[in-house]
């Protein structure tokens, strides 16, 4: 057990694995990143709604699930070990004093100590049980700080090569009249980390899903989106297991 993640338990008979790097925003006893408290309840610390939507996707598919343990101010489970924005000095226009200055040996230490033990875990689970689908999970805010432009969408498919299964769940989710960005409010051609190595890199479909949080910020939310969600990943898993 690592403080990088918190796994829920599930049945890999199910033939799916469910992702969600931004679940939390807990930063290590005795870290201050120097901004107000406030701020860690933000979009920029977590994906707000992802971590009780996960749990209930779960108890409805069956499957298991692997949540980051960690606030992405801290570090971005969803980054290269190697990327610029790994540990942000800013995000969403607010400044992050904790991570300015830092050595080469402390960053260093923050990827031995969360990025490398929560994508070995991620490994380990999928060599253990292959999974037909990996569902990555994240949620995202309707507008930016620093953009004026609105982000109408309900639901975002990403995607970067592999689009097997956006391409199943893109129509499924319109027919069930949701509005879905395809490769919006951002591209997975620039920002798929995770699914570029786990995914990709595994020649595993997976299913790219973003929901504005404000449409899973309370309970009543997640129980709706959990519902509108979780026959449409069943969907797509029994689609590619025979294409």
């Known amino acids: 057990m690592s403080e990088a993640w918190r796994d ?5 008979a199910s033939a799916m694995l469910l992702i969600a790097d931004h679940a939390s925003n807990r930063l290590p006893e005795g870290v201050d990143l120097g901004v107000p408290a ?3 309840h933000e979009h920029v610390a977590l994906d707000i709604g992802v971590a009780p939507l996960a749990s209930s996707l779960c108890a409805t598919l069956g499957c298991p699930a692997v949540l980051g343990g960690i606030s992405r101010l801290l570090l971005d489970l969803n980054r290269e070990d190697h990327a610029p924005g790994l540990i942000p000095e800013t995000s969403d226009g607010i400044l992050i004093p904790g991570n300015t200055g830092l050595t080469p040996a402390d960053r260093a230490s923050r990827i031995a100590a969360y990025w490398r033990p929560y994508h070995d875990h991620i490994a380990e689970k999928i060599s253990g049980h292959r999974p037909k689908l990996l569902i990555s999970l994240h949620s995202f805010t309707p507008r930016l700080a620093t953009s004026m432009e609105a982000r109408p969408w309900q639901i975002g498919i990403l995607y970067n090569q592999d689009e097997r299964a956006a391409r199943i769940a893109l129509p499924l989710l319109e027919q069930a009249g949701i509005a879905a960005g ?6 997975g051609k620039v920002l798929n980390a995770t699914m570029n190595r786990h995914g990709e890199g595994n020649h595993i479909p997976y299913l790219g899903i973003e929901v504005r949080q404000d449409l899973i910020s309370d309970a009543d939310g997640v129980t ?20």
């Open 38 to 40: 406030s701020v860690m």
């Open 224 to 243: 709706l989106w959990s519902e509108r969600l979780a026959p449409i990943v069943r969907a797509v898993r029994d689609r590619l297991a025979y294409d």
């Open 182 to 187: 395809d490769n919006l409010p951002y591209s």
């Open 8 to 12: 829920i338990q599930g049945d890999p």
